[in-house]
């Protein structure tokens, strides 16, 4: 099972300064990517955590995945209820093909872009347990497995 830590500080200001000053209304386009450490907001950064704790490269068989915004068949996230939305669908994202794998995957980012290394992080967590990627092997996030809350 996969958890929420945390809006990041950049998710935060965006949507305060859309609420109550009429600024930008954050993007709608999300993609979660998977990480190798413990992301906390008092990170340098968060929004850019990624940068130094995201599965690096798409050369080793990962990639960000698209949480389906748009056509209401392709979305991945459920209708929130009570302040907690869930994952619908399975996320697979592929297999590693690196002959050093992928390390051991803590947990998530929700990012703005589909382009590893781009800034944009609104959401960060960890999973309840880490797993170890070698070469062959693939992280799925399974149907009811990832549940962000607004508390």
């Known amino acids: ?3 929420s830590g945390a809006k990041t500080n950049l998710f935060e200001d965006l949507l305060l300064n859309h609420l109550f000053r009429g600024g930008a209304a954050p993007a709608t386009g999300l993609y979660i990517g998977l990480v190798t450490g413990d992301p906390t907001l008092s990170d340098a950064g968060a929004e850019t955590w990624h940068s ?3 599965i690096a490269s798409p050369a080793v068989g990962y990639s960000r995945q698209d949480l389906g915004h748009g056509a209401a068949a392709n979305m991945m996230m459920g209708i929130a209820v009570d ?3 869930s994952l619908t669908g399975e996320i697979n994202f592929g297999t590693s093909d690196n002959s050093a794998g992928w390390g051991d995957v803590t947990g998530f980012i929700i990012s703005t872009s589909q382009v ?3 800034i944009g992080t609104y959401y960060y967590g960890t999973f309840d347990t880490a797993k170890s990627v070698s070469t062959g092997d693939s992280v799925r996030i399974t149907t009811t497995n990832l549940t962000i809350e607004e508390r």
Do not use: R
């Open 1 to 3: 099972m996969a958890y």
């Open 52 to 54: 130094t704790h995201e």
């Open 83 to 85: 302040g907690t939305m």
């Open 116 to 118: 590893i290394g781009a």
